[in-house]
């Protein structure tokens, strides 16, 4: 049995995030594998995944902040606004003011109202948005707030009637690249879609930590164990044995004022589980180490 921890995944394209547990249960020679966070199989990057314990991090991973760079083209809109779909319209765009996108592009900058994208994994009534439109309904999201904290532009090409632009984006869980490719060349008039994706970071994680599944086949292991991991991932207390022990056991602990979701590790170094604080106690959310296990 592997150990427990977390591997970050540098997806290839053309993998659904499923495809990626699969390959991983192969590799690690465990079923006991989950992820956090979807990537849609044309994306490629960040993708965190749980090993036997720490499978139990990934609901309490405070993954509410992403990062990607990507390309779009500006100058066609397309069916999925990305370039797996078929195109809808074109519009000659190559004219177009770097002036004038880096105006759209500030437009849906900050706290904005965003409608996703009808081939989102978003349910409606119990069933999946995109599942819909491949039934042939006509899916119309509604809006949410999101906050897009960055979106620069870092190179324009021209040529062919299209603009194809490189782009970082900063960004809340929730919001969907592709939908500010959509809205960008919505708003420039020449219509837009998504042709490359590649998460950067997700919550604290980064390619920094990630390994490519080539790398994995050739040397199985975790890119964090879980004492690692839940360093990383959250903030850090640590205990005595004495309450180290009654964490393992299960038992809430004295408050130490500490806000959100954190950390509690023996004085060996070794994490006992995650601790919330609420009516003046710490009270356990999870225990990764068990008595007795």
């Known amino acids: ?9 540098d997806k290839p394209g053309g993998f659904t995030s499923h495809d990626v547990v699969a390959r991983l249960r192969r590799i690690l020679r465990t079923r006991k594998i989950g992820h ?21 991090l990934l609901g309490h991973l405070a993954l509410d902040t992403k990062a990607y760079t990507a390309t779009i083209r500006l100058g066609a809109a397309t069916t999925t606004d990305d370039a797996e779909g078929e195109i809808v319209s074109t519009t000659a765009a190559e004219g177009l003011d770097e002036q004038a ?20 994994a978003i349910k409606i009534d119990g069933k999946r948005a995109y599942a819909r439109v491949r ?17 620069d532009l870092h190179a324009v090409r021209r040529g062919d009637g ?24 919505a708003g420039l008039g020449v219509g837009g879609h998504l042709t490359a994706l590649r998460r ?23 890119s964090l164990p879980l004492d690692e991991a839940v360093g990383v991932a959250f903030p850090r207390r640590d205990v005595d044995e004495a309450l180290a022990t009654d964490l393992s056991h299960g038992k809430s602990l004295p408050a130490a004022g500490l806000a959100g979701t954190y950390g509690v590790f023996s004085p060996e170094g070794r994490v006992i589980g995650l601790v919330g604080e609420r009516d003046g106690a710490a009270r356990p959310l999870v225990v990764l180490a068990p008595a007795g296990g």
């Open 200 to 222: 950067t970071r997700v919550g604290p994680f980064t390619l920094a930590h990630a390994r490519t599944l080539a790398d994995l086949e050739a040397a199985p292991g975790l």
């Open 1 to 9: 049995m592997p150990s427990p921890g977390l591997v970050i995944v």
């Open 162 to 185: 299209v603009v194809d632009l490189d782009v970082e984006v900063a960004c809340s869980s929730g919001t969907y690249v592709r939908a500010l490719a959509r809205d960008l060349g």
């Open 101 to 120: 996108i880096r105006a759209g592009m500030a437009t849906l900058t900050g706290a904005i109202e965003q409608v996703p994208s009808s081939v989102s």
């Open 36 to 56: 956090a966070g979807t990537l849609d199989p044309m994306a490629t990057g960040v993708l965190v995944c749980g090993v036997e314990r720490g499978t139990k």
């Open 135 to 151: 039934a042939g309904e006509d899916v119309v999201l509604p809006a949410r707030p999101v906050t897009v904290s960055a979106f």
